[in-house]
């Protein structure tokens, strides 16, 4: 192949007709440069430089493609024909791959195409007639492959000097290893001059060039570090301010899973608590703030102590989320957040709750009907200036329930009934532990790592007792209706009771003292009807008395001289804990629980 006259038609390029022209008229011996180069400095026959003030002004039409691509910092190979031989390679091309002989198929003479993946590109080129580009390959300068050519080393150093028409010399300005974007783009191929100064029809080829993506390729990954980590480090946050162990009742399972959403850095708001508030009696939590980021999961472990607290007044859920409301508007008038306050009593064998905005709880009765929780909802947390009312569901033994987000249940393009509907449905045959539950929730609902959403979820069951373990839960109840016999009834009752259920004789004498203590409190300061209630389960025994009166009683300290107000203290002194409430229907109920020993729990 005569390279002494070739050029590149990149598509859409037009050969100015007038160069053309002058080109054919011209003698061909002044196409050749002195010395006897094989390729030309300039083109010949080119249009003269228009003149400007200062002289000739400088135009492409005087310079030759080989001129053009030997000065490119860039690597760039010709190949032309089926079997993409060798045209032209240029000294940055040399550089990174090594000089390569022209006229030898790009399969031998060019293993690191193959390498690369660009010989089936380049057919494509060669077929369809328009650009290919693979992007961010690796690439390693003096690889094994680099010198994979045929031919000699003489030979391809000589081929380097003859066709790489010059290129950077500056170490600095070499390709490196690295990265490499690949364009592949379909060109014209003159034949070269015959004698007669004829120039024989184009052949097809294909220029391959390489840009160096190096410093774009580990910016991004540095960036991919940097965020993955700043990613961790929100998640790190987000769980530590959720509970690193759930509370467990003594009457209830319970298990929660929090799943962080998508892969950006923008942690969620989700959380959920379980907290027991004595009696029997537990608090479940579960809420969503609204937005992502620290701010957001900031703001959540801000409602999450709050909970907490107000949990700790044991006030009914209405009232709790009254008071969420006016923290979260002090916290950030501009956050809003949804929330479930649920409280479960064993001893009524109901779930309490009150919603601020969030999406319904779900319950399954033994028998595997799914019923939701029907009671209006107000608006979420930070509006401020509504009253929230709460709303009861039978929870009984072999129940359960599930406390969650939305998203557990929302989806881009469906409407969130639909998704509800699915967890109904997705509820109704879950079967095994909460956390089992909670993994087949998430599961069934379609919830992966890609997920776009934070989604918290927590399950909570009631189980029927049977065989031994229902020995170990025993409920006792005396009605009390005043007088001076009420005090030595609820002695005598306290006694027999704890007398059946086979406690030690010192439990059983520190719990007729409570039980005594708490009737005559009440019998001083309350009102009837009064009742008193032992309850004993697998770890404490439970002593509570309630009376018509709301007002709540406190411990004090008595002075030598008092007659009274000892009996809260001799309670507060002798039992592992104790609390007082208020009641639905109005009254209150004052409380106290010992802790069973080994032995006792087991029996």
Sequence with gaps: MNFTRWSARLPGTQRRAAARADRKARPAASAQPKGGGSVPAARDGATPSPAGPDGPVPTLDGLSVPDILGQLPAPVAVVHGADHRVAYVNAAYAALFGPRAPGEPAREALPELAELGLLPLMDQVLRS?????V???RVMAGAPAAHAATGSTHRRSSAHDALSGGGPSDPDSRPRHGYYTFTCSPIDLGTGRRDTGAVSEGLPGVLVFAADVTDQVEAAERLRVSERRQREAAVTLQRSLLPQELEQPDDLRVAATYQPGGKDTAVGGDWYDVITLGAGRTALVI????GRGVRAAAVMGQLRTAVRAYARLDLPPHEVLQLLDGLATEIDSTQIATCVYA?????????VYASAGHLPILVRDPDGTVRRASEATGPPLGTGGWVHTSGSLPLGPGSSAVLYTDGLVERRNED????????ERAFAGATGSPQVMCDRLIRALGVTAE?????????LQHPARTGHDAELFHNAALELLGGVEAAPRARAFASGVLVSWRFPTELRDLGVLAASELVANSLQHGTPPMRLRLRRTDRRLIIEVTDGDDH???RRRAEPADEAGRGISIVATIASSW??????????????EFALPAGAARS
């Design 416 to 423: 969130i009934d639909d998704g509800v509907a699915a967890l």
């Design 129 to 133: 007639g328009r650009s290919r580009t």
């Design 451 to 459: 997920h776009d959403d934070d989604v918290a979820v927590l399950v």
């Design 343 to 351: 409280v479960h009593d064993p001893n009524e064998g109901r779930l």
């Design 135 to 137: 992007k961010s390959r």
């Design 287 to 290: 809420g969503d703030v609204m």
């Design 579 to 592: 609390g007082s409430r208020r009641t639905p229907g109005g009254g209150k109920a004052v409380w106290c």
């Design 552 to 554: 709540l009683p406190r």
